[in-house]
T-cell receptor, first 115, second 111 residues
Framework: GAVVSQHPSRVICKSGTSVKIECRSL??????MFWYRQFPKQSLMLMAT?????????EQGVEKDKFLINHASLTLSTLTVTSAHPEDSSFYIC???????????FGSGTQLSVL | DAKTTQPPSMDCAEGRAANLPCNHS???????VYWYRQIHSQGPQYIIH???NNETNEMASLIITEDRKSSTLILPHATLRDTAVYYC????????????FGAGTTVTVRA
């Protein structure tokens, strides 16, 4: 099946710093990628939809200036958490659609801990 | 705006079939039923999807009622590694359409 690679798997940073998370589709081209956030014992919450070559579409309540998304190629989307604070600590997951959009494949997630 | 309803949890015995129900009474004609699962601290894993016919693959079977208002995911021989949160999601079958996750069903397979 299609593979989505997400990096890093875990990051610990100091409050106020920025963190970049990469999401790559390894064996297919993804015109659309999605970014999710998951807090402990909760379900996945969609943050934004990332389209190659255009601005991301953010869900209500998600700050676009804080969570910068770049989808510069058909195989790479990045999420940058700017000026991270402890409340941004969460599990971030990306997903991408292969082929005709029948299936979404997910990365393995990034556990962000902000001290 | 949850479009599906699932029981919060269920237990099943290792080696037995696990039947996971899902209600989606407001499903639209162009929406498919998708099932994903998430093992602790991992990204969700695709299991199966269908429109109106029953589907089977190497992981599971999906039974959709004739009126499409509910479905059942069947894991034929549950193993301990099937312990996960299972999500039933309805979604149009297009590239740019998001998956919206509800609370899912926490399935615990016991030896």
């Amino acid at each position: 099946g299609a593979v989505v690679s997400q990096h890093p798997s875990r990051v610990i940073c100091k409050s106020g710093t920025s963190v970049k998370i990469e999401c790559r589709s390894l064996d297919f081209q993804a015109t659309t990628m999605f970014w999710y956030r998951q807090f402990p014992k909760q379900s996945l919450m969609l943050m934004a939809t990332s389209n190659e070559g255009s601005k991301a579409t953010y869900e209500q309540g998600v700050e676009k200036d804080k969570f910068l998304i770049n989808h510069a190629s058909l195989t790479l989307s990045t999420l940058t958490v700017t000026s991270a604070h402890p409340e941004d600590s969460s599990f971030y997951i990306c997903s991408a659609s292969a082929g005709r959009g029948e299936k979404l494949f997910f990365g393995s997630g990034t556990q962000l801990s902000v001290l | 705006d949850a479009k599906t309803t699932q029981p919060p949890s269920m237990d099943c015995a290792e080696g037995r079939a696990a039947n996971l129900p899902c209600n989606h009474s407001t499903i639209s004609g162009n929406e498919y039923v998708y099932w994903y699962r998430q093992i602790h601290s991992q990204g969700p894993q695709y299991i199966i999807h269908g429109l109106k016919n029953n589907e089977t693959n190497e992981m599971a079977s999906l039974i959709i009622t004739e009126d499409r208002k509910s479905s059942t995911l069947i894991l034929p021989h549950a193993t301990l590694r099937d312990t996960a949160v299972y999500y039933c999601i309805v979604r149009p079958n297009t590239n740019d359409y998001k998956l919206s996750f509800g609370a899912g069903t926490t399935v615990t397979v016991r030896a």
